[in-house]
């Protein structure tokens, strides 16, 4: 297979190269209590196989990859 410096840039979270096997919850500071039922609820049906309990926009949502794919020194500001 090419080296990742010679793949083309991904477009969509699809197409992002991903560690197979690698799982890890963390980082939820003050809203981890909303947040962790709902992560270990997506852990859990990936590591079945089973389907995902969101449609797939939420899921591109929360995904961590999105952020390789903004432009840099773009970051969403709710005001």
């Not at 991903?18 to 962790?36: D, K």
């Not at 709902?38 to 952020?67: H, Q, V």
């Amino acid at each position: 297979p090419a080296p990742l410096a010679d793949a083309a840039p991904a477009r969509r979270l699809d197409e992002l190269a991903r560690q197979p096997g690698l799982f890890a919850l963390s980082g939820y500071g003050a809203r981890g209590l909303v947040w962790s039922a709902l992560a270990a609820e997506l852990l859990a049906s990936a590591l079945e196989g089973d389907p995902a309990p969101l449609e797939r926009d939420l899921l591109e949502a929360i995904d961590p990859a999105r952020f390789v794919l903004r432009p840099a020194g773009k970051t969403a500001v709710r005001e």
